[in-house]
Every structure is written in structure tokens, then in C-alpha cells.
């Protein structure tokens, strides 16, 4: 088993403090959150990726997160190992 902690940075807000997640947590609170907050709000051309999809591939959910302009990056990793 791994767990991966990862950072999301605002591409174009610099002053914007990273955001930090778990794949699971952020997957949480896109589908249950900000999947049909923001395709109502801003562009439901993002919306190409559906939320099956956001919920089966983490490539997926990156690129409707990078789609939103934010960047992506595993910063962490703990295995059984490190436990």
C-alpha cells in the first residue's frame, strides 16, 4: 500500500498557499464538491471529463484539475515500510 501527499498550486496565483491532499481526500472533495460547483459557475467546457472518470483514473482527475489551472505534484509518499 502507498499513500500519496500531494500539492496543488494555483498556476496563476502565486499568492494563493498550496493546497495539500491525500489522492483519496481530493478525489472526495472534487466529486462530492467542486465537480458541479464549477461546471455551473465557469466553463462547462472543462466538464469533458466526467466524474466516473475523476473517480476510476487519478490521470484524469489531474487533468481536469490542471484543465482548471492547477498544477499537480506528489510531494510525499509513505509505504508499509515507513509505518
Known amino acids: ?20 491532499y491525500t489522492i483519496k481526500k481530493l478525489r472526495d472533495y472534487i466529486l462530492k464538491d467542486l465537480y458541479d460547483i464549477w461546471g455551473e459557475i465557469h466553463a462547462p467546457h472543462v466538464q469533458e471529463i466526467t466524474k466516473e472518470q475523476i473517480e476510476s ?9 490542471n484543465g482548471w489551472g492547477y498544477d499537480i505534484e506528489i510531494i510525499y509518499t509513505i509505504t508499509e515500510n515507513d509505518l
Open 1 to 20: 500500500m502507498k499513500l500519496h501527499i500531494l500539492k496543488l498550486t494555483d498556476q496563476e496565483d502565486h499568492r494563493e498557499d498550496p493546497q495539500y
Open 57 to 65: 483514473s487519478d490521470e484524469d482527475m489531474f487533468s481536469w484539475l
